[in-house]
């Protein structure tokens, strides 16, 4: 991972990183980067990440597993989408099993 002084950017980075089929919230990124406190702040990030392309900003979720980000995404179901193409189980906005699609980042990048 290149050092960069831009949250955003490093934000970005990580979620770069998560893998296929599996997902992480927005707490755990910002714990990874040293920044407890900053879901929200990595929330802003995911929602300016759209414009990149290469960025998996449906990967991220909120700490329930809700697809708190969804009306970000074009269409009314496309993050839901994008994640069952990858295998992920969705109901009511809810990722389902999400102990065994979690990715967190400390564990992950250590």
Same mark, same amino acid.
Not at 15 to 39: D, E, M
């Given at each position: ?33 040293? /920044?407890? *406190?900053?879901?929200?702040?990595? !929330?802003?990030?995911?929602? %300016?990440? =759209?414009?990149? @392309?290469?960025?998996? /900003?449906? *990967?991220?979720?909120?700490?329930? !597993?809700?697809?708190?980000? %969804?009306? =970000?995404?074009? @269409? ?10 990858? !295998? ?23």
């Amino acid at each position: 991972m290149k050092k960069t002084d831009n949250f955003f950017d490093r934000v970005y980075e990580i979620a770069r990183l998560i893998p296929f089929g599996r997902v992480t919230n927005y707490g755990a990124i910002g714990a990874y980067l040293g /920044a407890v *406190r900053s879901a929200r702040m990595v !929330g802003w990030a995911m929602t %300016k990440a =759209h414009n990149l @392309g290469d960025v998996p /900003a449906h *990967r991220v979720v909120n700490k329930q !597993g809700l697809l708190t980000g %969804k009306h =970000h995404f074009d @269409g009314t179901n496309l993050m839901q989408q994008l994640l069952e193409n990858e !295998g992920i189980v969705v109901i009511d906005n809810q990722i389902q099993d999400l102990e065994k699609v979690f990715w967190d980042p400390i564990k992950e990048l250590k």
